[in-house]
T-cell receptor, first 110, second 112 residues
Framework: RKEVEQDPGPFNVPEGATVAFNCTYS??????FFWYRQDCRKEPKLLMS???SGNEDGRFTAQLNRASQYISLLIRDSKLSDSATYLC???????????FGAGTRLAVHP | DGGITQSPKYLFRKEGQNVTLSCEQN?????MYWYRQDPGQGLRLIYY???????QKGDIAEGYSVSREKKESFPLTVTSAQKNPTAFYLC???????????FGDGTRLSIL
């Protein structure tokens, strides 16, 4: 089993749609969780950290379920500029090392 | 501007040659990392360092070497022992205690 598993995608959605990405992780000792965005042939960029209580940043909402070892990212009112690969990232259970999921590709079309 | 600088942006390696990729950060981060990304794949950890003069192997360290003589710098050498070096190499840095990592804009390495 992979340490971090994501929906493979691609997700093809029209502008204005709401889309949700899921991620599961295997290490129950993990303490830090993030979503990154990676554009084609570019470096990953931090989108948001994920907190136990859930958190929102504009159109983006992240949620964490520790019992199920599950993380989600919800994007509301999708824009063309949201087209990218979204990486679920989890720390390696107490060590200062992050494990990156393979990513979910999102394509938003007019 | 604070950030992470990788150079060169593109690099070509001849067979049997060692090449070194540069990574410099001015974020005062303690930890630095090297990743490899192949087309359509996720990031794989090559080496990481949490303190000057110390580093640990990641998941795919064979054929690579690093040094951490200064806090700001974490160069990666791709040796001739790495038989399939063509990839996108990403350097990152972070504070300690599981802070998010911030990336440089990468180096694309190809074989001539």
């Amino acid at each position: 089993r992979k340490e971090v598993e994501q929906d493979p995608g691609p997700f093809n959605v029209p502008e204005g749609a709401t889309v949700a990405f899921n991620c599961t992780y295997s290490n129950s000792a993990s303490q830090s969780f993030f979503w990154y965005r990676q554009d084609c042939r570019k470096e990953p960029k931090l989108l948001m950290s994920v907190y136990s209580s859930g958190n929102e940043d504009g159109r983006f909402t992240a949620q964490l379920n520790r019992a199920s070892q599950y993380i989600s990212l919800l994007i509301r009112d999708s824009k063309l500029s949201d087209s990218a690969t979204y990486l679920c990232v989890v720390n390696a259970g107490g060590y200062n090392k992050l494990i990156f999921g393979a990513g979910t590709r999102l394509a938003v079309h007019p | 501007d604070g950030g992470i600088t990788q150079s060169p942006k593109y690099l070509f390696r001849k067979e049997g040659q060692n090449v070194t990729l540069s990574c410099e950060q001015n974020l005062n981060h303690d930890a630095m990392y090297w990743y490899r990304q192949d087309p359509g794949q996720g990031l794989r950890l090559i080496y990481y360092s949490q303190i000057v003069n110390d580093f640990q192997k990641g998941d795919i360290a064979e054929g690579y070497s690093v040094s951490r003589e200064k806090k700001e710098s974490f160069p990666l050498t791709v040796t001739s022992a790495q038989k399939n070096p063509t990839a996108f190499y990403l350097c990152a840095s972070s504070g300690l205690n599981n802070q998010p990592q911030h990336f440089g804009d990468g180096t694309r390495l190809s074989i001539l």
